[in-house]
Structure formats: C-alpha cells, structure tokens
C-alpha cells in the first residue's frame, strides 16, 4: 500500500496547480476563463438521475473487475494474458519509438495547439508547453529533443536516454512549473523503465551503459513496471478529477463548441462518463486489478476522443506506448497480485 499512498500524495499536489495543461491543446486560455466562470451542471453539484446510475454502472463494473482479479478468473482471460505475456520482450521497443515521436512531433510542432498552424510552434514534451513562451534564448530546447529523440531510436545506450528523458522532465519542470507536472509522472515512469530494462530489439550497441542501473541501490531498481503503472495511474487519476470533475465546464465546451457528433446531445452526461472513466481507471492501475483489462479500455477510449475531438491520433502517443506495455506485461511485481496474476505467472 505504500507505493499507492505515496502515489495519491503526489496526486493531490498537482491538483492545486492553475489550469496550465491538457485542456490547453484545445482552448485557448479566454476560452478556459470564461467556461470555468460559468456555474458547474448539476450533475457535478447534486445527486441526478443520471449520475446515480452512472455511479452505480461504474461501482459494478469496477465490482466485477475486482471479483475476477481476486476470485476464480475466466480461463479464457487467463490464456490470453499468458499469451500476450510472451511478447512482453517489445515494450522497451516500443516505449523507445512512442517517446521519440512524442520528442519529435513536439521540437517540429507537428501537433499543435488549436488556432496555430502546423510546423509553426515548437513545444516541450506536450503541445502546450511553448518554447517561445519562454522568451529569447531557449530555442535550443527544440534541437535537445531531437537529439534525445534520435537516441532513443538508434538505442545506443538506451539506459542513459531513460535517464536522459528523466532529466528532461525535471528540466520541463524548472522552465514551466505545474504545467509540467500533468505530464512529468507519464514522462518519469517510462525513462526509468527504459533506465532499468534498457531499450528492447532494434538497439545499436545496448550494453553500452549496460551497467548504469549498478551505480544506484539495487532497490531501485526492482520494479519498473511498478513504478511504471503507478506514475500511470496518478496522472490518469489527476487529471481525471482536476479536469474532469473540478472543471467540467472545459470538456462541456469543447464538445459543444466543436459540435462533435452525438456527444453534443448531452455533454454535461458524457463529461461525468469520462471523469469515471479516467478516475476508475487510474484507481485501477494504481491498484494493478486487471490491468490488461482497464489498459485496453483506456486505449480504446484514447482512440475514441482522439477521432471526434480536434486533435491528431498521435497526440497521445505516449499514453498508447504504456496502455500496450501494460497489456503485454500486466501490473509488475506486488505483494498481492490476486488469483488472477497468480494464475497468469504459473
């Protein structure tokens, strides 16, 4: 339990942070300011018809999630978990390439804020986080991704190109303050998977750095897939409640403003559906209950907002990297991994 008490405590920081991140992809900050000063749909404020039943769906659901993990788990689920276990050897491959993408498409501004043109506005690690926002002097935070990005495509030393994207989050962090912090758990867990695992197939020269992990305690270095799921689940989690369920005016209006099709006939019930979706979610990854499970329907659902919203399929490429880690690999080591686990691992 301490790595979810530790992981909740970060969680509950960021949400005192000003609203400087993800919703920013696609408003622009007049657009945040004046939806954020409109009163919040009663869904959010009272008990509604619609909310008791979605609240009911999800405590199902989440019931049956936890009945399978810990109880007799369909067969079924099982053979397909142990076979998806067998190629779990591509998860650094993949890690490597969605975070050099991620890297990339940021430095060139490939996926831009809604209103800039494409190829126009070089960002850090996110769309939102403008390099030119920072004033003179920092352009070269665009060719240091490039670089980092190559790195990590090449593999040559891919433990220090972990470190490296470790080093950068803290970086992102010091130049953008809590804007950074809505994407540094994601950006942390991912480099410090690749820091321990290394960088998978396709790699130049692996050993290079082979023995980096030795230069720190060896505690640190047991549960990456751990330490993964959690960075995973506190920013699902986070983001679900700062977002979703402290600001549901933001996604009301873009749905609307947009006029994306059949959202639009009840935003303000679709808004509550998606604040459980990530909320239930992230509590689940964080808990490792069926994670295959919650990972590809959270994937699905990337997929879903990425196809009716204004933003390009790849904008969440990260987030697509880890759902797929999660699904080859499950939750990682845990003290109780459940019938379920235990019968995947036999």
């Not at 979810?4 to 400087?20: D, E, F, I, K, S």
């Not at 039943?53 to 399978?68: D, E, K, P, V």
């Not at 490296?164 to 989050?169: D, F, P």
Request: glycine share 10%; net charge positive; hydrophobic share 55%.
């Amino acid at each position: 339990m301490a790595p979810l008490r530790y992981g909740l405590a970060g969680m509950v920081a960021m949400l005192t942070l000003p609203a400087l991140a993800h919703e920013r992809w696609i408003l622009n900050p007049d657009q945040a300011m004046r939806l954020n000063a409109r009163p919040k749909p009663e869904i959010f404020t009272m008990f509604t018809v619609e909310g008791t039943l979605i609240l009911i769906a999800f405590a199902a659901a989440t019931g049956a999630l936890l009945s399978m993990h810990y109880g007799p788990t369909p067969r079924w689920l099982v053979r397909v978990s142990g076979r998806a276990r067998k190629h779990a050897y591509w998860v650094p491959t993949i890690l490597r390439g969605c975070a050099a993408w991620v890297l990339l498409s940021s430095a060139f501004g490939m996926e831009p804020q809604v209103g800039r043109d494409i190829l126009t506005t070089p960002s850090f690690m996110a769309p939102d986080l403008i390099i030119a926002d920072l004033g003179p002097g920092r352009e070269w935070l665009g060719p240091l991704q490039i670089v980092v990005a190559l790195w990590l495509l090449v593999g040559i030393a891919a433990q220090g190109a972990g470190l490296a994207l470790i080093a950068m989050t803290a970086l992102g962090g010091g130049l953008w303050g809590g804007a950074m912090l809505f994407y540094a758990p994601v950006w942390i867990g991912v480099g410090y998977y690749l820091l321990v695992r290394g960088g998978g197939h396709y790699c130049w020269r692996e050993p290079a750095l082979s023995g980096l992990s030795e230069m720190f305690p060896p505690v640190l270095f047991r549960y990456p897939q751990l330490v993964l799921r959690i960075c995973t689940g506190v920013n699902l989690l986070s983001m679900g409640l700062y977002f979703k369920v402290m600001q549901p005016n933001l996604s009301v209006g873009i749905i609307t403003m947009y006029e994306v099709p059949i959202l639009s006939l009840a935003p303000e019930t679709f808004v509550f559906v998606m604040a459980m979706v990530e909320c239930c979610g992230g509590l689940l990854i964080l808990a490792g209950v069926l994670i295959r499970v919650v990972s590809l329907a959270l994937l699905g659902a990337f997929v879903f907002f990425a196809l009716f919203l204004p933003e390009t399929m790849t904008a969440h490429m990260l987030l697509y990297g880890v759902m797929v880690s999660f699904l080859l690999l499950g939750p990682g080591r845990t003290t109780r991994a459940g019938r379920y686990a235990q019968a995947v691992h036999a």
